[in-house]
C-alpha cells in the first residue's frame, strides 16, 4: 500500500521540485537583470573603436556619479572623453606622480596600491566596471596618493584635469561629496547584496549614506541596543 502510493505521489513532487526550481531561476533573473543590463552597455562600448553616444549615456546613467546629471550635460561629457584601452600589468596612475587625469573603468580590472614606510606596494582595492578612481589629486592639487595597475586588460574613460573641473562644477551634489559618492558606489556596485537595485534605487540608498571618522576603540553599537 505504502509503495503504491509512493507511486502515485512521485509525479507531484517531481512537478513541485521542477516549478521550485523554475520559480527560483526566474528570481535569480530578474535580481541580476539590471547588473546583466549594466555589464551589456560597458561591453558594448569596449568593443567599438569609437563608441556611440547613445551607449555613453546608457553606461553613464548607471553610474549613480552620473546618472543625476541632465541629458544636455551628459552630452558635453561625452565630447570630452577620450576612450583608452590598457594590456595587463600597465601601470595606469604612479603614487607621487602630479594629477592629471579622472579615469572610470569601461571594462577590465585594476588594482590600487599604497607604498608603505618601507617601499612596498600593498594592494589596498580592486576596481572593475563602473568605478572611478584619480579625482583625490585633482580635487586636493596633490600627488596622485596611490598606484594604479591594470591586472586584467582594461579600457577606460579618460577626462582631463580641465574638463573634470567642468564636470565637478556642474555637479550638484557638492564637491565634498564626489570622493563620498565614488567610494560608496565602488561598495555598493560591488557587493552581490545591491546588485539588483536600478540606478534610481542606488542613488536614493546613496544619498542616505554618511561618513563618519572613529578612532581605534570607539564603540560602533553595543549589544542589546
Known amino acids: 500500500m ?3 502510493l509512493l ?8 512537478l513541485t521540485v521542477l516549478a521550485f526550481s523554475i520559480a527560483l531561476s526566474n528570481a535569480r533573473v ?3 537583470a539590471p547588473a546583466r543590463r549594466f555589464i551589456h552597455a560597458a561591453e558594448s562600448i569596449a568593443r567599438r573603436p569609437v563608441p556611440v553616444e547613445g551607449e555613453i549615456i546608457k553606461f553613464f546613467n548607471w553610474i549613480p556619479l552620473f546618472a543625476h546629471l541632465e541629458t544636455e550635460n551628459l552630452r558635453r561629457l561625452c565630447s570630452f572623453l577620450k576612450l583608452v584601452r590598457y594590456g595587463s600589468q600597465h601601470t595606469i596612475i604612479l603614487q607621487g606622480e602630479r594629477g592629471d587625469a579622472f579615469y572610470i573603468i569601461v571594462s577590465g ?7 608603505d614606510e618601507y617601499g612596498q606596494l600593498r594592494i589596498v582595492d580592486t576596481l572593475t566596471t563602473g568605478h572611478s578612481f584619480g579625482e583625490i589629486a585633482l580635487m586636493e592639487n596633490i600627488p596622485r596618493t596611490a598606484t594604479v595597475r591594470a ?4 579600457s577606460l574613460f579618460v577626462l582631463d584635469r580641465k574638463q573634470f573641473g567642468h564636470f565637478v562644477h556642474d555637479w550638484t551634489g557638492g564637491q565634498e561629496r564626489i570622493t563620498d559618492i565614488i567610494r560608496t558606489s565602488r561598495l555598493l ?9 536600478s540606478p534610481t534605487e542606488l542613488r536614493a540608498l546613496i544619498a542616505r549614506f554618511e561618513t563618519h571618522l572613529l578612532s581605534s576603540g570607539n564603540v560602533i553599537f553595543n549589544q542589546n541596543d
Open 2 to 4: 505504502l509503495t503504491k
Open 189 to 197: 556596485m560591488s557587493s552581490p547584496l545591491f546588485v539588483h537595485l
Open 7 to 14: 507511486i502515485l505521489l512521485a509525479p507531484f513532487v517531481v
Open 30 to 32: 530578474i535580481i541580476r
Open 151 to 154: 591586472v586584467t586588460p582594461v
Open 109 to 115: 580590472m585594476v588594482v590600487i596600491e599604497v607604498e
